[in-house]
């Protein structure tokens, strides 16, 4: 048993209320109470484990072991060693890569074809539906042919519902997939039941009558297995005792893991994944959290369900994906893309590597003391973002969300050419005020003020100052050439210089930061009147690493009462160590994703700057946004939570849901779940407002919420009746007259 944790035995004793959030205990006389504190504290005859509230106030009580192996640097987390067919998972080998057919699974020709053209990919483990009796079947047939092509790849075999099926695939597949919210619990009918101990006690007996056989056939037969949570697809019992929370998805995988365990059933991971990234993180955290008290060393399978498509996909799974690899968490990763599964492998490679870079290298700050970050529960930081012109009364006639959290920098050439600079920032303009808006930027950041007698770009800074566009300059150029209104940027060898006092009184500054700066030379911030942190974030780390130099950085500012508002600026260089690579669009998502999602997903952090030479500025004010909206930061523009097809689906799933955006783009603050199948319905689409159900073959479902409202839709006229229920809850709005 590891050092301080407490024994399994122990835990298994243990009961179960709902007044208990984290560790539920009825075993009162191992629970104590630090009075002094109101803390309570479990105690065994090797260890102290202490809890606390996740934030002040909140009822959620966490241990106070970290959950990751140090919150200085990035080290991967220990685990043991699970083998997948012929592939071992774990913290001794490399982060493994892995996909899903989208094939019919009985069309073995196709589903062969597919699998090999995702292995010459590169992916490790292809994971393939297996629904019925006769998709079971088809696996043996699936794994002949492709033993007798010479792909060795491990197969891995996703069930749902169907205890039976998972029995005879276990035969031939090398891993089994089992999601503890509809393996053995009947299909979740989102009903608020009550439980008494018996009736609980009744459904955890239920569930271990049910899943030991194939505990005991994978076994048998050495095969792995994945207990895979989903945010969305949690029983009714589970919803009832814990509702749709963190804490719900870690307890029903380890109901599970406990009849495993009592097994002596060793070789499984775990995933808790869901379509909202940072319920995805705090889901893992409070997993591993757990994990660590119990002394469990099991791998982590990571992914965000239903990312979606495009740039969408790929920045939400960045995020969740890339914020806990940044923590040193996670053996097996997929990205979820309704895109063809092949075309998953590239951005989980890059985070792959990311993750292995940063914990090969361990770069790190210096250890200090972390007391205000919020590691289970988001909650967005206070630092109140400038306007341009403050106290001024603004007309801003349809603009909407501008809440300073988006920042761009442009350049001389992009002044010169303003109706397209303005059409790229979102604002349009008529005779100097803006019309319409659905995604402003908030503030530019101008490297160089242009000349004098350059009146084109003048006129084009004025007209963005007039509709209330901050307007960021560096101090030399403010110095040299004043702008009225301007931020200026000064770093801190120009505060202790007292540079900036040569400008006018009443000058507001933005004071440009690296966040690894010893910690006496932050001290000038604290007689700062600064109006904002530009918080330099680059995207290639060479000393330290700047994501947990950054914690630190926000460790100062609350341990000091500093509560300026931050912004993260990321700068893509040309050149990239030491030659010159091209930073192409997946790089910058991915890379902004992990590096500045994984700040902003605990609420460090108040806004974006993205800079790239050789990206356009459409792109990049786009990925800002998204980013935002990753992080439940800021809501700009239409969520989608789509699935990204398995041999379930009933429908052509990139078809349709291009069909769907490309008549609801233009809905900000409406979030639509396009789902090919009901196992990815209803539970699946726990953030949506609306779905897009596969009921049955050419058949739709509709739904508000979680509750169907209209079945049997023929697929024809499914997209029109979507946006007809749209309207009539009142969500819909006209898309803007094109130019």
């Given at each position: 048993?590891?050092?301080?944790?407490?024994?399994?035995?122990?835990?298994?004793?243990?009961?179960?209320?709902?007044?208990?959030?984290?560790?539920?205990?009825?075993?009162?006389?191992?629970?104590?109470?630090?009075?002094?504190?109101?803390?309570?504290?479990?105690?065994?005859?090797?260890?102290?484990?202490?809890?606390?509230?996740?934030?002040?106030?909140?009822?959620?009580?966490?241990?106070?072991?970290?959950?990751?192996?140090?919150?200085?640097?990035?080290?991967?987390?220990?685990?043991?060693?699970?083998?997948?067919?012929?592939?071992?998972?774990?913290?001794?080998?490399?982060?493994?890569?892995?996909?899903?057919?989208?094939?019919?699974?009985?069309?073995?020709?196709?589903?062969?074809?597919?699998?090999?053209?995702?292995?010459?990919?590169?992916?490790?483990?292809?994971?393939?539906?297996?629904?019925?009796?006769?998709?079971?079947?088809?696996?043996?047939?699936?794994?002949?042919?492709?033993?007798?092509?010479?792909?060795?790849?491990?197969?891995?075999?996703?069930?749902?519902?169907?205890?039976?099926?998972?029995?005879?695939?276990?035969?031939?597949?090398?891993?089994?997939?089992?999601?503890?919210?509809?393996?053995?619990?009947?299909?979740?009918?989102?009903?608020?039941?009550?439980?008494?101990?018996?009736?609980?006690?009744?459904?955890?007996?239920?569930?271990?009558?049910?899943?030991?056989?194939?505990?005991?056939?994978?076994?048998?037969?050495?095969?792995?297995?994945?207990?895979?949570?989903?945010?969305?697809?949690?029983?009714?019992?589970?919803?009832?005792?814990?509702?749709?929370?963190?804490?719900?998805?870690?307890?029903?995988?380890?109901?599970?893991?406990?009849?495993?365990?009592?097994?002596?059933?060793?070789?499984?991971v775990f995933s808790m994944k869901a379509s909202n990234p940072v319920i995805m993180v705090q889901a893992y955290r409070l997993l591993v959290a757990e994990m660590n008290i119990l002394g469990w060393d099991y791998p982590l399978h990571l992914g965000v369900t239903e990312a979606g498509e495009g740039e969408d996909?790929?920045?939400?799974?960045?995020?969740?994906?890339?914020?806990?690899?940044?923590?040193?968490?996670?053996?097996?990763?997929?990205?979820?893309?309704?895109?063809?599964?092949?075309?998953?492998?590239?951005?989980?490679?890059?985070?792959?590597?990311?993750?292995?870079?940063?914990?090969?290298?361990?770069?790190?700050?210096?250890?200090?003391?972390?007391?205000?970050?919020?590691?289970?529960?988001?909650?967005?930081?206070?630092?109140?973002?400038?306007?341009?012109?403050?106290?001024?009364?603004?007309?801003?006639?349809?603009?909407?969300?501008?809440?300073?959290?988006?920042?761009?920098?442009?350049?001389?050439?992009?002044?010169?050419?303003?109706?397209?600079?303005y059409k790229s920032l979102a604002t349009k303009l008529i005779v100097g005020m803006p019309f319409k808006d659905l995604a402003t930027v908030d503030s530019i950041l101008l490297r160089k003020l242009p000349p004098v007698d350059d009146k084109d770009a003048r006129l084009a800074l004025k007209r963005l100052i007039?509709?209330?566009?901050?307007?960021?300059?560096?101090?030399?150029?403010?110095?040299?050439?004043?702008?009225?209104?301007?931020?200026?940027?000064?770093?801190?060898?120009?505060?202790?210089?007292?540079?900036?006092?040569?400008?006018?009184?009443?000058?507001?500054?933005?004071?440009?930061?690296?966040?690894?700066?010893?910690?006496?030379?932050?001290?000038?911030?604290?007689?700062?009147?600064?109006?904002?942190?530009?918080?330099?974030?680059?995207?290639?780390?060479?000393?330290?690493?700047?994501?947990?130099?950054?914690?630190?950085?926000?460790?100062?500012?609350?341990?000091?009462?500093?509560?300026?508002?931050?912004?993260?600026?990321?700068?893509?260089?040309?050149?990239?160590?030491?030659?010159?690579?091209?930073?192409?669009?997946?790089?910058?998502?991915?890379?902004?994703?992990?590096?500045?999602?994984?700040?902003?997903?605990?609420?460090?952090?108040?806004?974006?700057?993205?800079?790239?030479?050789?990206?356009?500025?459409?792109?990049?004010?786009?990925?800002?946004?998204?980013?935002?909206?990753?992080?439940?930061?800021?809501?700009?523009?239409?969520?989608?939570?789509?699935?990204?097809?398995?041999?379930?689906?009933?429908?052509?799933?990139?078809?349709?849901?291009?069909?769907?955006?490309?008549?609801?783009?233009?809905?900000?603050?409406?979030?639509?779940?396009?789902?090919?199948?009901?196992?990815?319905?209803?539970?699946?689409?726990?953030?949506?407002?609306?779905?897009?159900?596969?009921?049955?073959?050419?058949?739709?479902?509709?739904?508000?919420?979680?509750?169907?409202?209209?079945?049997?839709?023929?697929?024809?006229?499914?997209?029109?009746?979507?946006?007809?229920?749209?309207?009539?809850?009142?969500?819909?709005?006209?898309?803007?007259?094109?130019?």
């Open positions: 048993m590891a050092s301080g944790a407490v024994p399994a035995s122990f835990h298994q004793s243990i009961g179960f209320a709902k007044s208990w959030d984290f560790v539920r205990v009825f075993d009162l006389q191992s629970l104590k109470f630090r009075r002094s504190k109101g803390v309570p504290i479990i105690r065994n005859s090797t260890s102290t484990i202490q809890l606390e509230p996740a934030s002040d106030g909140s009822p959620l009580l966490v241990p106070r072991q970290k959950y990751c192996e140090s919150i200085h640097k990035t080290i991967r987390r220990k685990t043991c060693t699970v083998m997948v067919g012929n592939v071992a998972l774990g913290s001794e080998h490399p982060i493994r890569i892995q996909t899903m057919t989208t094939t019919d699974t009985k069309d073995v020709a196709a589903t062969v074809e597919q699998v090999m053209r995702i292995a010459d990919r590169g992916a490790d483990i292809v994971r393939i539906t297996v629904q019925g009796r006769k998709e079971a079947d088809a696996c043996f047939e699936l794994k002949n042919a492709l033993v007798q092509k010479n792909y060795n790849i491990p197969l891995v075999a996703d069930i749902h519902f169907a205890p039976p099926v998972a029995m005879r695939v276990a035969e031939c597949f090398d891993k089994i997939r089992v999601n503890p919210g509809n393996f053995a619990d009947r299909r979740a009918q989102f009903e608020e039941l009550e439980y008494t101990e018996d009736d609980y006690q009744k459904e955890l007996e239920h569930i271990d009558k049910v899943f030991t056989p194939l505990v005991e056939k994978c076994k048998k037969y050495g095969r792995a297995m994945r207990i895979g949570t989903n945010h969305g697809s949690l029983s009714d019992r589970i919803m009832s005792y814990y509702g749709d929370s963190p804490r719900g998805m870690v307890e029903s995988a380890f109901e599970y893991a406990r009849i495993c365990r009592k097994l002596d059933f060793h070789n499984f996909g790929r920045m939400k799974s960045a995020i969740g994906i890339g914020t806990l690899l940044m923590d040193g968490l996670g053996d097996t990763i997929r990205v979820s893309l309704t895109e063809p599964p092949e075309e998953e492998i590239d951005p989980c490679n890059r985070l792959a590597n990311l993750g292995m870079e940063a914990a090969e290298l361990q770069k790190g700050v210096a250890p200090f003391e972390e007391k205000n970050r919020r590691y289970f529960d988001f909650q967005r930081r206070s630092g109140r973002l400038p306007v341009q012109k403050e106290g001024e009364e603004v007309d801003y006639r349809g603009v909407l969300h501008r809440d300073g959290s988006v920042l761009m920098s442009i350049s001389l050439d992009q002044l010169q050419a303003p109706e397209a600079l007039d509709v209330t566009m901050g307007v960021i300059t560096p101090l030399s150029e403010q110095l040299a050439k004043p702008l009225p209104n301007a931020l200026v940027m000064v770093n801190l060898n120009e505060l202790s210089s007292d540079a900036h006092k040569l400008l006018p009184q009443g000058t507001r500054l933005v004071v440009s930061v690296r966040g690894d700066e010893p910690l006496d030379e932050l001290e000038i911030l604290k007689s700062t009147d600064a109006v904002m942190i530009l918080h330099y974030l680059p995207y290639t780390e060479e000393k330290t690493s700047r994501v947990h130099a950054a914690r630190r950085l926000f460790e100062y500012l609350s341990e000091s009462s500093l509560e300026f508002p931050v912004i993260h600026h990321i700068r893509f260089p040309e050149k990239v160590h030491r030659f010159f690579l091209f930073i192409g669009k997946d790089d910058l998502v991915i890379g902004a994703g992990t590096k500045a999602g994984s700040l902003l997903v605990d609420g460090l952090g108040d806004g974006i700057l993205l800079e790239a030479a050789d990206q356009d500025f459409d792109f990049l004010r786009n990925t800002s946004f998204k980013l935002l909206q990753g992080c439940r930061m800021r809501n700009t523009k239409t969520e989608y939570v789509s699935c990204p097809s398995c041999g379930r689906t009933l429908f052509d799933l990139q078809e349709i849901s291009a069909e769907i955006r490309e008549k609801t783009s233009h809905l900000p603050g409406v979030s639509i779940a396009i789902m090919g199948c009901i196992v990815n319905g209803p539970g699946e689409m726990a953030d949506a407002d609306f779905g897009y159900v596969g009921g049955a073959p050419g058949k739709i479902d509709l739904y508000v919420g979680k509750t169907v409202v209209q079945r049997g839709i023929a697929m024809a006229g499914a997209t029109d009746a979507l946006i007809q229920l749209i309207k009539d809850h009142g969500r819909w709005v006209d898309p803007p007259a094109q130019d």
